[in-house]
């Protein structure tokens, strides 16, 4: 039944990106019912699977497939609300379809993480790091639009119609930092003071690139703010700082739960 439920939900995530990738070529970003509608639904068939492999009768399976899954359908989910209040639509033709990756993945695969029951403050602390990696990987989706966008600019050609206009885009590109900045910083500082084991020897490595990914998001906000940084300087950023916080998270889990424990 899973892996029914599943190929269900990635065909209505892939109905709705070939609709809204099909309005996009057209120029007509306006005629959204039919995306919004499938995006939905499949966001709530991956909300509902995500949620049972999470919760299992020995405590929260935080692996790392039912952790990623978790993750893809909160991409999904805040690329639907993104898309409702900001021009945004073209980020669903790559989060669909990643979240349906993560969901598959998660539905075929197991790793060796063993469930557990964690207390209310360290759920507070999972909860809001599993948003903000969402929200900064849709700011990561959003900049290499951005970039594309720019690169065109530079070279004098048409500009791809199908997106806002560059300074629109900065703007919304910011506002998706912001958000992600300000979940990593309440999800660190939850940390601090739930986990017991924040620097113990397995989460070093993984607390220091935490630490350097939300600095790095810092500096790219200070710099926007004082300095005026927009344009390919907060794309780098943006990108870089995603990237140390992708391998902190995945990357961890990869080696704990999949390496190692087969080599161990």
Known sequence: MTIILTLLAGILYLSATAHI?????AGRGERRAVF??????????????A?????????????????GSLVGVLIAVVALITSLFRPVAALTVG?????????????????SYTPRYFAPGIGVHIALSVLA????????AHAVLLSAQNRRF???????????PIQTMEAILFELVAIGFALLSLAIIAGMFYVEDFFAQHLVHKTVLTFAGWLALGVLLAG????????????????????????????????LELILARTG
């Open 21 to 25: 990738a099909h309005e996009l070529r």
């Open 36 to 49: 919004l509608t499938a995006g939905a639904a499949a966001a709530a068939m991956h909300g509902a699977l």
């Open 51 to 67: 949620a049972q492999m999470l919760v299992t009768p020995q405590g929260i399976d935080l692996g790392l497939f039912s952790a």
């Open 95 to 111: 989060a669909f379809p990643t979240a349906f990756t993560l969901l598959l993945l998660a539905s075929l695969f197991h790793d």
């Open 133 to 140: 990696y969402a929200v900064l990987a849709m700011a990561m």
């Open 154 to 164: 530079r070279d004098h050609r048409t500009l791809l119609r199908a997106l806002p």
């Open 224 to 255: 926007h703010h004082f300095a005026g940084w927009r344009g390919t300087t907060a794309v780098r950023w943006t990108s870089a700082a995603v990237a140390l916080l992708v391998v902190a998270f995945f990357g961890s889990k990869l080696v």
